[in-house]
Every structure is written in structure tokens, then in C-alpha cells.
């Protein structure tokens, strides 16, 4: 189940603003990133946000943070909403691994989720970009981006 999760958390953070999410096994070869985010916070069974987004300036107070209401519904892909625009990206479901040793602190599960958009807000994400993070998941439940890492989206 934590591993569920940890797929729903890591597609948040890469939590891009999606709508309705299609089953991909993997991204494709030489599939792109539109967009980096700094930070991921959240947690298993609640609201998984994305922030710190290298949007262009002019973008900075449309696309400031994005939100999935629901972290264990990402797990499969879903739906993160940009938090002042209302506008949507869609992920597919992650393909999950092991973090390198030491990603996240020795209690935390480590997993690494890489994935695809598959519907892009056509601003700052789109259809076909690449995601990618590494989420680390404490016992509590607290889920936040692996220290040094960014999600890609």
C-alpha cells in the first residue's frame, strides 16, 4: 500500500496539472521537461502540493503551486489543479523505483516515480512531457520531495 502511495505522491510532485489520467507504462524516448518544481509536501491520506515551479515570471502569479486533493487517487494518475489559474495537468500512472541509498532519511520509504503528462495545461506542461521525482514517505505519512531533488514535469 505504502508503495501505492508513494507512486500517488511522487505523480503529485510531478503533480503537474492533469485531467483525466491514461495508463502509460513508461515515458517516451526523448520525451521532454516543460517545468521544475522545488518542493513537494503532503501526505498518504490527504492533499499532495507542488511548489517553487520555474514558471516564467509573467506566469509566476497564475501558476503558483499545485494541488492534488487526493494522494492515494494519483497513485494510478490523476488530476493536480494549479492553485490560482484552476487550470489542470493530468498524469499517467508512475512507473516506480528504488531511490538511491541515502535519497531519504533511514526510517523514510524511498521510491523514485517517473511518468508522463498526459494532459498538459499547453502554458507551462504538456501532453507528452516527461515527470520524474523522488518522494520520500515517513512513517507519519508526511510525504516531501527527497533532499536535493526536484520534480520534473
Known amino acids: 500500500m505504502r508503495r501505492v502511495i508513494m507512486g500517488v505522491a511522487a505523480l503529485a510532485t510531478l503533480a503537474v496539472p492533469v485531467g483525466i ?11 521532454t521537461v516543460s517545468l521544475t518544481c522545488a518542493k ?10 507542488v511548489k517553487k515551479c520555474s514558471v516564467p515570471k509573467a506566469d509566476k502569479s497564475t501558476y ?9 487517487a494519483l497513485a494510478t494518475g490523476g488530476t ?19 531511490a538511491p541509498p541515502g535519497a531519504c532519511p533511514s526510517k523514510d520509504t524511498a521510491e523514485v516515480a517517473t511518468g508522463t503528462v498526459t494532459v498538459g495545461d499547453g502554458v507551462v506542461t504538456h501532453n507528452g512531457d516527461t515527470f520524474k521525482t523522488t518522494v520520500c514517505i515517513a512513517k507519519s505519512g508526511k510525504l516531501k520531495n527527497a533532499k536535493g531533488t526536484v520534480v520534473d514535469l
Open 40 to 49: 513537494l509536501s503532503g501526505s498518504e491520506l490527504g492533499s499532495v502540493t
Open 80 to 98: 493536480l489543479t494549479w492553485s490560482s489559474s484552476g487550470a489542470h495537468v493530468t498524469v499517467g500512472s508512475p512507473v516506480l523505483s528504488s
Open 21 to 31: 489520467a491514461t495508463v502509460t507504462l513508461a515515458p517516451a524516448a526523448g520525451a
Open 64 to 72: 503558483k503551486s499545485l494541488v492534488a486533493a487526493n494522494a492515494t
